[in-house]
């Protein structure tokens, strides 16, 4: 038994007192309001109608259990209408995204916001956080990242290729020389490290897939790539960076590139949202505008 629909059926039998009615209005058999009543009155335990061959009677129950039943639709029907306006106005609420620390990071939000100047009652939560963040315990819908990228349980824009640098400013290369070689590097030279928030240490750096690169002197510790891009200008130390996360830098000459001939793992510039069944069409809709932007900015 559906029991909305059995409610359905009692309120209006409860208008017409006529079961044969009641099906006629509903555009069903009259015997499938007779069993549906007698199953809602074995559900209550109560009878709601007294009936003989020619007329039924709301029985003292049924009179009392009405108005509780004509509320109970009526909440129904309140709650439903509040999601079909949340569908007719789809660019209604909030969308969460979050990014790293990267160049052009600003130009691209002042281009997002500008696109949905359209959309007043659209809400845009942006953080910036070079953890992949959790898209269920911190309720994410969009992310970008520059990494590996993921093969499950997202959807997955590819934006640019990012290749990995080892960077240092003029004034550190003036001071102790440029590396003659990565052992050299690894062995003689000072290096930030980026803390990783998960394990609480410092991420493992690598030359590729499968060889792993350890400076023996990590004089500067940051849970923030701008702060180790801060080590660097301020030539404290070599750290490994990605191209985009660096670029106008390097553009500038306040960072050279240490050892480019150098062969580093490349990077997928990446946005992503989590896989859903149901996805709001503001979220896609903010993904969308937001892959245009991103593509255009980075593959000039």
């Known amino acids: 038994m559906n029991k909305l629909d059995a409610l359905r059926y009692f309120c209006l039998a409860s208008e017409t007192l006529s079961f044969r009615e009641t099906a006629n209005r509903l555009a069903i058999s009259p015997s499938v309001v007779t069993r549906v009543i007698a199953e809602l009155e ?34 129904g029907e309140r709650l439903f209408a509040l999601g079909k306006q949340k569908h007719d106005d789809d660019m209604t609420g ?121 400076p023996r002197h990590v004089v500067f510790i940051s849970d923030d790539i701008s702060g180790e891009m801060q080590a660097v200008l301020a030539g404290q130390a070599i750290s490994q960076l990605s191209t985009l996360s660096c670029a106008s830098y390097l553009k500038t000459g306040e960072m050279v590139v240490v050892l480019p001939e150098l062969e580093l793992e490349t990077w997928s510039f990446y946005l992503y949202r989590p896989y859903q069944t149901i996805t709001p069409k503001r979220v896609l809709r903010v993904f969308d505008i937001l892959t245009d932007i991103l593509r255009k900015k980075f593959n000039q």
């Open 42 to 75: 074995d559900e209550l335990g109560e009878p709601l109608f007294k009936r003989n061959t020619r007329t039924i009677r709301l029985t003292s129950f049924g009179e009392h259990f009405l108005p509780n039943a004509k509320q109970y639709l009526a909440d």
């Open 94 to 214: 909030i969308v969460r995204i979050t990014v790293p620390d990267f160049d052009k990071k600003d130009e691209v939000l002042a281009q997002l916001l500008d696109k949905l100047k359209a959309y007043p009652k659209l809400i845009i939560d942006w953080r910036v956080n070079m953890n992949k963040l959790d898209s269920v315990a911190h309720r994410i819908d969009i992310g970008l990242r520059v990494g590996r990228e993921p093969k499950d349980n997202f959807i997955v824009r590819h934006i640019a290729d990012s290749r990995a640098i080892f960077v240092a400013s003029p004034k550190l290369i003036e001071r102790l020389g440029m590396p003659k070689d990565i052992d050299d590097m690894a062995c003689n030279f000072p290096f930030t490290g980026l803390i990783n928030a998960q394990t609480g240490r410092i991420w493992e750096l690598r030359l590729d897939k499968e060889t792993l690169f350890t």
